[in-house]
């Protein structure tokens, strides 16, 4: 499995903003989808963003759609999320993770990703 590294959560006010990174341990993450899902306390981990391989195609959960944006740089093994116009329902465990399957097709489920990070505290105060 690729072992992955959150960073850049935070406390922020509503209005805010963050951005988060994800290193991955292997040159092999660069032909992975990756993808960020968060979880809220007594919740189930949620779909937040994924990228396709390339960076070409990114994907979206409806309630983040055109305040956060995905992104990846391959030579720097590493995926972003960044996070405008934060709100206080933002407030979660944020993972990164990894869908092992080369130049595959990326996806929002959960079940579909086999490497996961420990995750990034995002505070939204109101």
């Known amino acids: 499995q690729v072992q992955l590294v959150e960073s850049g959560g935070g406390l922020v006010q509503a209005g805010g903003s963050l951005r988060l990174s994800c290193a991955a341990s292997?040159?092999?993450?660069?032909?992975?989808?990756m993808g960020w899902f968060r979880q809220a306390p007594g919740k189930e981990r949620e779909f937040v963003a994924s990228?396709?391989?390339?960076?070409?195609?990114?994907y979206y959960a409806d309630s983040v759609k055109g305040r956060f944006t995905i992104s990846r740089d391959n030579a720097k093994n590493t995926v972003y999320l960044r996070m405008d116009s934060l709100k206080p329902e933002d407030t979660a465990l944020y993972y990164c993770?990894?869908?092992?399957?080369?130049?595959?097709?990326?996806?929002?489920?959960?079940?579909?990703?086999?490497?996961w990070g420990q995750g990034t505290q995002v505070t939204v105060s109101s």
């Open positions: 993770a990894g869908r092992e399957v080369p130049y595959g097709l990326t996806s929002y489920d959960v079940k579909d990703f086999g490497s």
């Open positions: 292997e040159r092999t993450f660069s032909t992975y989808p």
């Open positions: 990228i396709n391989w390339s960076g070409g195609r990114t």
